[in-house]
């Protein structure tokens, strides 16, 4: 990318307490909407519109509500546009309405929501990813339940057969072939990614989801070549990302999702995922960690605040020297200023807020006394505001 991570203050907790620091003034040249490169991609801002879930497809193909959804994220300003997590298997999504990019029909679909994205200015990424044993449930404003194959679930998977709370399935631990069976699934989205016409991929490694559960101990108790010791536990993320850097152009970027604490004693920590970004660093294929937390063990004791999750973001760029995205209750622009000006990260990736007002990255923009152009069609609201 463009800009080298900057030092910054050290952080004594970074899973709690964020650095203090000064919050730029507005009008004042602000570094949120300054453009940033990855590779051959300029964003035309640090805004990144998260992967969020939706649960509102059938047989994993897009439509109109996606082309509304994320279109509406792209129109409202945001620099880089996310779809959600997409499985690489039918047995690879949440529930049996989440999007998936194993067929031609998917591709070509969601190549119509790219057109648009990119039409409005933003970047569009996709985020590839894998439930594991988290899949096979219902939509969670249904109460979000096992799902059994009689009621259109499926069997899930994982590292063993542990499932991930009494609630979920017993999951059928994979064999090393069924593990190199996802990696082949995972490259062979990421060049129906390709021809969609996405110029980013995230592959998500949290929220308890396969790859997270072959990187924590609370979830990996293997002892053959996918389990065992630190490196170990890495080795299914390392052949996923091998597989889609086979399919993903050198020139474009590949972001990785991470959950860098369980929030349980003895899962991982800062401390252990700061390692896994070095190891992704030192290979070359990822250019930017996307961090986040949790999701892994329902015994996770976390308590959520504007930011929490930003120190660690500021960790890994520090500590790691790669690109990072914070997440995770960042609501206001003058937050979101400080973040990304005081050099505690690159990004800033929105999620709830935006589904409130997808035309936050305009409103911030005013806020802060930057330009950011309107749609024309939109341009007499300005004065709304």
């Known amino acids: 990318m463009s800009d080298k991570p900057a030092a910054s203050a050290p952080a004594s ?23 940033i490169s990855f590779r051959s991609v300029t964003a035309r801002n640090r805004i990144m519109i998260a992967p969020m879930c939706q649960y509102s497809v059938p ?3 897009v439509g109109d509500w996606h082309l509304a959804h994320l279109g509406g ?7 880089i546009v996310f779809a959600e997590a997409t499985g690489v298997l039918p047995e690879g999504r949440i529930t049996p309405w989440c999007p998936g990019l194993w067929s031609d029909a998917q591709e070509t679909a969601f190549a119509r ?18 439930a594991g044993r988290k899949a096979s449930t219902d939509a969670p404003w249904r109460g979000g339940g ?4 009689d009621q259109g679930g499926w069997q899930p998977v994982g590292p063993t057969d542990a499932a991930f709370s009494p609630a979920h399935a017993v999951p059928t631990a994979l064999t090393e072939d ?22 980013i991929i995230e592959v998500h490694g949290a929220h308890g989801y396969l790859l997270h559960s072959f990187l924590s101990p609370l979830s990996n108790t293997r002892d053959d070549a996918f389990g065992g010791d630190a490196d170990r536990r890495m080795a299914a993320l390392m052949l996923v990302l091998d597989a889609v850097r086979s399919e993903w152009p050198a020139e474009l970027p590949l972001f990785l999702r991470l959950s860098c604490s369980d929030w349980v004693e003895g899962g991982l920590d800062i401390a252990a995922s700061v390692e896994i970004a070095k190891r992704v660093k030192a290979r070359g294929d990822v250019d930017l960690i996307d961090c986040s937390s949790g999701g892994g063990d329902p015994r996770q004791k976390l308590r959520a605040y504007p930011g929490y999750q930003v120190p660690f973001a ?7 020297g790669i690109a990072t995205a914070a997440v995770g209750l960042i609501t206001q622009p003058e937050h979101a200023e400080e973040i990304i000006a005081n050099g505690r990260a690159d990004l800033v990736a929105l999620a709830r807020v935006t589904l409130g007002d997808p035309h936050w990255p305009l409103r911030a923009a005013k806020a802060l006394g930057a330009e950011l152009p309107w749609p024309d069609q939109y341009s007499r609201g300005i004065l709304q505001l």
């Not at 907790?13 to 000064?22: E, G, I, L």
């Not at 057109?115 to 409005?120: E, I, P």
Request: charged share 20%; no cysteine; net charge positive.
């Open 178 to 199: 069924g593990i190199h069976r996802i990696a082949d699934a995972f490259a062979a989205s990421a060049a129906r990614a390709r021809r969609a016409g996405f110029r």
């Open 113 to 130: 929501v790219v057109d648009f994205v990119a039409g409005q200015g933003a970047v569009p990424a996709i985020q590839l990813a894998h």
């Open 146 to 149: 096992l799902l059994a194959p």
């Open 314 to 320: 500021e960790a890994i760029r520090r500590e790691a």
């Open 73 to 79: 994220f792209a129109k409202g300003g945001a620099g």
């Open 13 to 35: 907790a970074p899973a709690s307490t964020p650095v203090p620091s000064a919050i730029p003034a507005p009008g004042r040249d602000p570094q949120l909407f300054k453009p």
């Open 59 to 61: 047989d994993g193909l």
